[in-house]
């Protein structure tokens, strides 16, 4: 049961890591709609968050195998992805959705790029970064091989800096995309209902991990030693 619990806890922070890509892309659906008057529709801003979540579909297979460095795969290389991913958008929806689709990558690896992004692949496989993001090398070098249960278990069933900081861009991108879709005279008081309930239900979850990483421990099959 415990087992299970943690489980769950680590299916809902991998749904946390992703949240800040979500947000971004469901925004830059929006974005793109208003300014080229192209319909708005929930569908739209599902396929905008999958869109920027897209290249980390691998991850799904990492929750229970161990995996190399997982920007290391082609789909992490943004020379092939963008245009794959601009090409398909292109003959899936036009014009319209091969700009979102390239958006949404560059800004996945923009984030991405704070653990890594060999941006000037094939050239160069040297992990680049952009003045204003510092790569997080201990990441990178700790967790690389060792499955995605550690990372969660370490950075996101308890609030940390690394953590932190991704979901407070998310909550205020959504509560802002909440405010602009509903616009007035009531978008205001559900954007400030959907902002007060995420961090209710945030500091919940931070409470239930901590928990779980309390037993696990106790149980003896906690956070591995990295
Ligand atoms: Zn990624």
Same mark, same amino acid.
């Given at each position: ?10 299916? &809902?922070?991998?749904? *946390? ?27 739209g801003y599902i396929f905008g968050a999958l869109l920027a979540v897209a290249p980390d579909i691998d991850l799904l297979s990492y929750l229970k195998k161990e995996h190399g460095r997982h920007h290391d795969q082609l789909i992490h290389r943004p020379a092939f992805a963008i245009p794959a991913g601009v090409f398909i958008g292109w003959i899936a929806g036009g014009p ?35 003045? *204003? ?5 201990? &990441? ?32 205020? &991108? ?7 879709? *509903? ?44």
């Amino acid at each position: 049961m415990r087992g299970l619990r943690l489980r769950i806890l680590r299916l &809902i922070a991998a749904f *946390f890591v992703a949240l800040l890509d979500l947000s971004m892309g469901a925004a830059i659906f929006f974005l793109a709609a208003k300014i080229t008057g192209h319909n708005i529709s929930v569908l739209g801003y599902i396929f905008g968050a999958l869109l920027a979540v897209a290249p980390d579909i691998d991850l799904l297979s990492y929750l229970k195998k161990e995996h190399g460095r997982h920007h290391d795969q082609l789909i992490h290389r943004p020379a092939f992805a963008i245009p794959a991913g601009v090409f398909i958008g292109w003959i899936a929806g036009g014009p319209f959705w091969a700009c979102v689709a390239g958006l949404c990558l560059f800004v996945h690896f923009l984030h991405d790029t704070q653990t890594g992004i060999a941006w000037l692949w094939p050239f160069s496989l040297e992990y680049k970064s952009l003045p *204003f993001l510092k790569i997080e090398w201990q &990441i990178i070098e700790k967790y690389a091989g060792k499955g995605i249960a550690p990372y969660l278990d370490d950075f996101w069933l308890e609030p940390t800096k690394h953590s932190f900081w991704q979901l407070v861009p998310a909550v205020i &991108i959504l509560t802002l995309l909440v405010w602009l879709h *509903f616009g007035s005279p009531y978008g205001l008081y559900i954007a400030l209902a959907f902002f007060i309930f995420s961090w209710i239900a945030l500091l919940q979850f931070w409470q239930f991990g901590s928990v779980a990483i309390r037993e696990s421990l106790r149980a003896g099959r906690g956070k591995r030693k990295i």
